[in-house]
């Protein structure tokens, strides 16, 4: 089963888009649910979503005032409960402990955050937490340039093998992690 993770789109505001290369790559029929960790910004970025999978689980970011979406959310895929949260609510931004703190009471398996606007991935405590970064490269206030980033979960029985996607220097990079639910 594939998931997209994706985010901190800014559009408008601080991006004018999506890398054409990750365009051509995130095309309709081939994903099967989508979780966005927010700041999408527009409704246009949503209904673009949309038309890549039927089932798009978004969070509100701090710049998401067009469409009402919740602060948090769960969500059950295969065998993995998943929470979902922008991030700009834990503090410090993106604190190890921090994350920890907030999966234990969410009670989930993988908790996926955003605001950074770089890519992370680590397991902590049994646990797997992801940050898929900024799909646009958009300029973040906590580092000199943003790296254009999403991540493909591919959710096999207790198996989480994610694809990390990145468009730096004019070329696409892929590399490969893998968590396994003990």
């Known amino acids: 089963m594939l998931v997209l993770v994706i985010g901190d789109f800014h559009i408008p505001y601080r991006s004018h888009g999506l890398p054409k290369r990750f365009k051509s790559l995130l095309v309709p029929g081939k994903i099967q649910h989508i979780l966005s960790t927010g700041n999408l910004c ?60 907030l999966q234990r009471q969410l009670d989930v398996d993988v908790l996926i955050t955003g605001h950074t606007h770089q890519f992370e991935a680590f397991e902590e405590d049994n646990k797997f937490f992801i940050n898929p970064g900024s799909a646009t490269g958009a300029y973040s206030p906590l580092r000199h340039s943003s790296i254009p980033s999403f991540v493909l979960m591919d959710i096999q029985t207790s198996t989480i093998t994610i694809f990390i996607y990145k468009y730096l220097e004019n070329e696409l990079k892929v590399e490969k992690m893998e968590y396994s639910k003990k």
């Open 42 to 101: 527009n409704k246009e970025t949503y209904d673009f979503l949309k038309t890549l999978a039927n089932d798009v689980h978004a969070v509100r970011g701090d710049f998401d005032d067009v469409i009402d979406f919740p602060e948090q959310k769960i969500v059950t895929v295969g065998q993995f409960r998943i929470g979902l949260t922008h991030g700009h609510q834990i503090v410090p931004w993106g604190d190890k402990e921090s994350l920890t703190m």
